[in-house]
């Protein structure tokens, strides 16, 4: 490169990334993309490293070695030099190099250090190489450490690209290796930058980082969920034992914390979690263990007496995660044996109640306090031995101040002192509930107590308010905060009765379960009366809403229905105080719950969609479903179901909801599936579909916006009826009802409408609902069309969808616009054609078009959408191979008989969804391919008498020769190379292909075996010498079981190292 060209690429980089230009900062990128895209510019990079000190340049550079190392194979003589020149580099101008580049480099270090681990063990040397860096200069250390974290993350996370059989490969090469040496760097670097006064805190802070990092490594390839903050049991290497059991190990991690601020500080707690998380069977002895976890308490308990960082927030949340993995890692008898165990529980007594206290402060590390607590009042029962737990004197007052707490953050809310209610962060007031009941069972007596002296003044309050007029002065932010408390403590009952299931108490405490579940229904039977039933569109009133939700839902899945204990005490207590002595009274008020919110919460559809939630569960039991069929208020609701009884079907955003109302109805109406009442049941929607019908001939009416709406209603009611019909009893109601009197007013709507998506998607979910012969519904006698019948009206619904919307092609975002409606369409017509109720041969025997357009129409919307977008949206291509699944399979002469480029589009596009990472579309598309090669190798040799579809697939497998031998080169590479764990069914079409093009498959292992290295390639060919043994020329079950059998052993041979 000449000096002036380098002066232009300094240039054009500065561009690249500083310019605040768009066009300028696209026009760099474009002409400087060689240098990430081409192998060939690797050498232009180092050139630019070795003669530029403008940093951008350097930087270009070095981001571009990274992308060339990651998304290229290279050699690995060229990985090693890389590596070799950034180390140089590295140490050469440690000094100099801008903080960025520097950060480019050392990614480019790691990531080519990973890639060649196993090219040769020169990698493997890169611990001695980095301990040169630590005894050079201040810049040096700090490079060094900052090499050995990255180098640490770099080999714990999957690189892209990689399969995570390769990563893991290398992941525990390098545990054993090299990440036991590095752990002990970052404890004597950590010691002696701690104890120098003067050392610079970003060294600090990457000694510390490096020790996280050690002791936070994916030992045994578990943590496969990042989502959650638990680290679990840390499954340290035996060899780490004398490091971990060492107490000046423990001692730094404290020394640390105690002597710096975050994110240092929580960093060295975090580290301390980690030990605290050390798998039992590290140590040598128990008795070792047990001097471990008196060291853990021992400094826990010194934090908590000093009170030492805990105003910092960071430190504050991350203690209370160590605190949480004390008693996940250890047991209760361990714990109360320790010396001082009695300070120890004391304190954190105090401090769980002081943090619940400062709720608005520590509201997401409540959650681990409570953990901590649920989970020693769980050990309980199994404590042995004379040591006291002491919890009988905290635990009433951790869960006192939890109630409390929580009944002040409520007054906090509505005096504007809080911008977040906890109430509406449902993630985390599921955790704090879930470990609730545990605390409030283990002296339920007293807590009830508590609970209900609180409860009862409250609810004679709401009674009072509810015979009120109107509300003045402070009375309506009194009434609010009422709502708010009453809310929590519905959430608090309903928890505690949900604890019921995992707890084995005694019959006292249903009686308790009693007392405070009469409350809540008598809070219930009051709450939608007097001055309370104005109050719907009041958000706090919506809160209290869904807080009874949650209680009846909790309270169903212990006292009512298939769990419910039928002699429990819960309803000798509701029999005295409210009346209701059996599951029955309980289901009626339910119910009539349920009618009084889909009435009044129209407007509020988290309201409407948790209250048909909740009546969809009542309706799924046998034993509850067949209760409610007893209230006189189902009878009315199945009698009743039009807008003007319950207006939320009305607004558009409940749309979606009424698919789950008239699915639960249905279940019910199904239930006694009397043909009456079907009938009578459908009445309101056969009065829908002649008023609809009446217009349908005048296109301008058919197009109004009331007839949009009442169509997009109408499918979705109708797609809950056909989700609820599971016998061929129940099928055959709605199918004479809807064929052939309304079957017209679907098509005209597809036709019509076909514009506009929120129509046409409702309408062919309905459809795609209606043919699908889930629990063999669609049986119909041998003597019956309807099969034959329903298959027209779906060609139709197909055709004139499909005409129409290639038609209009994509208008604004694809996927709203068109590609959903076509992935709906396409399963509408794949579920038709695999549903066994269809002789599909009867349409070419009468010369019925049906099934030809439809195919037709069906190929040309699979051809509309790109490749690249089927593969990017999942829904589209799960519809697009379950297609082409079931056109291989039953239909191979539509696939033989296309043009040859849609043939070869259809079948490179099997390949592509091969290497899919989804394995049920790569399953798919085995099965596809496999009926393909199958059909044609049980059709040679191509005689005159041969079908027209083996002719017409010959040929183009003539003019297209390297069509099947690419696809089995790419299973045989998924194979070797990839993880696959759908491997039976890759292995299917293999053999079809194997015995198809036996010419091109010697070739083929050739062509694997040239990408490998030489001793690699031995490997193979030995491997694929044993391939075939015993396996004949035949495409039988028994045969392809041996095959696939031997697959096995090839691949396990191959990659066993």
């Keep these: 490169m000449e000096p002036q060209h380098l002066s232009q690429l300094e240039a054009l980089s500065e561009r690249l990334y500083n310019s605040q230009e768009p066009n300028e900062r696209a026009h760099a990128e474009q002409t400087l993309r060689c240098f990430w895209t081409s192998t060939e510019y690797i050498t232009q990079c180092q050139f630019i490293l070795d003669n530029s000190k403008h940093p951008y340049a350097q930087l270009l550079a070095s981001s571009s070695l990274v992308r060339q190392v990651t998304e290229n194979s290279l050699s690995p003589q060229l990985r090693l030099d890389i590596r070799n020149y950034v180390l140089t580099f590295l140490f050469n101008n440690a000094e100099s190099v801008q903080p960025y580049v520097s950060t480019a480099l050392v990614q480019l270090l790691c990531r080519v250090t990973k890639l060649g681990w196993f090219d040769t063990d020169a990698h493997h040397e890169i611990v001695k190489d980095l301990t040169k860096f630590l005894e050079a200069s201040s810049a040096h250390y700090f490079c060094g450490l900052k090499v050995f974290n990255q180098l640490c993350m770099e080999m714990n996370q999957p690189t892209p690209g990689r399969s995570l059989t390769q990563h893991r490969k290398t992941a525990v090469s390098f545990r054993d290796n090299s990440l036991f040496h590095i752990f002990p760097i970052a404890l004597q670097s950590l010691a002696q930058l701690q104890k120098d006064q003067n050392a610079d805190p970003r060294h600090l802070?990457?000694?510390?980082?490096?020790?996280?990092?050690?002791?936070?490594?994916?030992?045994?390839?578990?943590?496969?969920?990042?989502?959650?903050?638990?680290?679990?049991?840390?499954?340290?290497?035996?060899?780490?034992?004398?490091?971990?059991?060492?107490?000046?190990?423990?001692?730094?991690?404290?020394?640390?914390?105690?002597?710096?601020?975050?994110?240092?500080?929580?960093?060295?707690?975090?580290?301390?979690?980690?030990?605290?998380?050390?798998?039992?069977?590290?140590?040598?002895?128990?008795?070792?263990?047990?001097?471990?976890?008196?060291?853990?308490?021992?400094?826990?308990?010194?934090?908590?007496?000093?009170?030492?960082?805990?105003?910092?927030?960071?430190?504050?949340?991350?203690?209370?995660?160590?605190?949480?993995?004390?008693?996940?890692?250890?047991?209760?008898?361990?714990?109360v044996n320790v010396e001082n165990y009695g300070e120890w529980i004391q304190l954190v007594a105090e401090f769980t109640i002081k943090s619940l206290q400062s709720w608005q402060w520590a509201s997401g590390s409540v959650y681990y306090l409570l953990g901590l607590w649920s989970r020693l009042v769980s050990s309980m029962p199994y404590l042995k031995g004379d040591s006291p737990s002491l919890l009988e004197g905290y635990v009433p007052k951790i869960t006192e101040a939890y109630i409390t707490s929580r009944l002040d953050s409520v007054q906090a809310i509505v005096t504007g002192n809080l911008p977040d209610d906890p109430l509406d962060n449902d993630e985390q007031l599921q955790d704090q509930l879930d470990s609730l009941p545990y605390l409030c069972r283990f002296q339920y007596e007293s807590t009830s107590k508590y609970i209900l002296s609180l409860l009862d003044p409250m609810l004679a309050t709401y009674v009072e308010i509810g015979r009120l007029q109107t509300l003045s002065g402070d009375e309506p932010a009194r009434l609010q905060i009422l709502e708010g408390q009453l809310t929590w403590l519905v959430y608090i009952v309903g928890a505690l009765i949900r604890g019921r299931i995992s707890s084995a108490s005694a019959e006292s405490q249903e009686v308790i379960d009693g007392e405070l579940a009469s409350r809540i229904f008598q809070l219930i039977q009051v709450m939608d009366t007097g001055f309370h039933a104005t109050r719907y569109p009041e958000h706090s009133r919506q809160l209290l809403d869904t807080a009874t939700l949650a209680f009846f839902q909790n309270f169903r899945k212990v006292y009512v229905g298939e769990q419910a204990m039928h002699s429990s005490k819960v309803y000798t207590r509701l029999s005295e105080r409210m009346g209701l002595s059996d599951h029955l009274m309980v289901l009626n008020i339910t119910v009539s719950k349920i009618a009084t919110n889909l009435k009044c919460f129209a407007a509020c559809d988290e309201v409407v969609e948790m209250t048909l939630n909740l009546f969809q569960d009542l309706a799924s039991g046998y034993m509850s479903g067949k209760l409610l069929l007893k209230l006189e208020s189902i009878n009315f609701i199945l009698g009743h179901h039009t807008h003007e009884h319950f207006p939320f079907l009305d607004p558009p955003v409940n749309t979606r909801n009424r698919t789950i109302f008239y699915a639960t109805l249905g279940r019910l109406l199904f239930m006694e599936d009397t043909p009456s009442k079907f009938n009578a049941f459908m009445a309101p929607l056969t009065a829908v579909c002649n008023n609809l019908a009446s217009v349908a001939g005048d296109v301008n009416a058919f197009r109004s916006p009331q007839v949009k709406s009442t169509l997009i209603g109408l499918a979705r009611d109708l797609r809950g009826i056909a989700l609820a019909t599971n016998s061929r009893r129940t099928y055959g109601l709605l199918f004479d009802w809807l064929y052939p009197a309304h079957m017209p007013l679907l098509l005209r709507a597809v036709e019509v409408w076909a514009d506009t998506p929120s129509v046409t998607t409702p309408v062919l979910k309905f459809m795609a609902e209606f043919v699908l012969n889930k629990t063999q519904r669609l049986t119909f006698d041998s003597s019956s069309p309807n099969g034959i019948l329903l298959f027209r009206e779906v060609s139709k619904l197909i055709v004139a969808y499909g005409s129409r919307v290639l038609q209009l092609g994509s208008v604004g975002e694809p996927y709203a616009s068109s590609y959903k409606g076509i992935w709906v369409a396409l399963t509408v017509l794949t579920r038709a054609l695999s549903g066994n109720y269809v002789n599909f041969g009867v349409f070419e025997l009468y010369g019925d078009r049906a099934l030809a357009d439809a195919l037709e129409v069906a190929l040309k919307m699979s051809l509309f959408i790109p490749q690249s977008d089927i593969m990017s949206f999942r829904k589209v291509a799960k519809a697009y191979f379950s297609l082409l699944e079931v056109l291989c399979n039953n239909h191979t002469t539509v696939i033989c008989a296309c043009d040859p480029p849609t043939f070869q589009h259809l079948v490179r596009s099997l390949e592509t969804g091969l290497k899919s990472l989804d394995v049920s579309l790569s399953s798919q598309c085995a099965a596809a391919l496999d009926n393909l090669a199958a059909y044609a190798y049980n059709h040679q040799p191509i005689t005159q008498a041969s079908p027209n579809a083996a002719h017409a697939l010959q040929k183009h497998l003539t003019e297209q020769p390297s069509l099947f031998a690419d696809i089995l080169k790419t299973l045989f590479e998924i194979i070797l190379f990839e993880d696959c764990s759908n491997q039976w069914s890759l292995s299917r079409p293999m053999l079809s292909l194997i015995l198809l093009i036996e010419a091109e498959y010697t070739s083929i292992q050739t062509q694997i075996a040239a990408s490998l290295p030489p001793e690699q390639q031995q490997r193979l060919a030995a491997c694929f010498q044993k391939l075939m043994t015993d396996v004949t020329r035949s495409l039988e079950a028994k045969n392809r079981d041996k095959f696939t059998q031997n697959l096995t052993i090839f691949r396990h041979d191959f990659r066993a190292k």
Excluded at 237 to 244: D, F, K, N, Y
Excluded at 304 to 309: D, F, V, Y
């Design 205 to 335: 802070e990457q000694a510390i980082l490096l020790s996280l990092k050690c002791l936070s490594f994916d030992f045994v390839g578990t943590s496969l969920d990042e989502s959650t903050e638990d680290p679990g049991n840390i499954q340290v290497p035996s060899s780490w034992r004398p490091l971990i059991e060492d107490p000046a190990t423990m001692q730094l991690f404290l020394d640390v914390y105690a002597t710096t601020k975050p994110p240092l500080s929580s960093m060295a707690l975090e580290c301390l979690t980690r030990l605290a998380s050390v798998r039992r069977s590290l140590f040598t002895t128990e008795a070792e263990r047990n001097k471990f976890l008196a060291r853990l308490m021992a400094g826990t308990r010194e934090i908590l007496r000093t009170q030492q960082g805990l105003s910092e927030h960071a430190n504050y949340h991350e203690y209370c995660k160590l605190l949480g993995r004390l008693k996940t890692n250890y047991q209760l008898s361990e714990l």
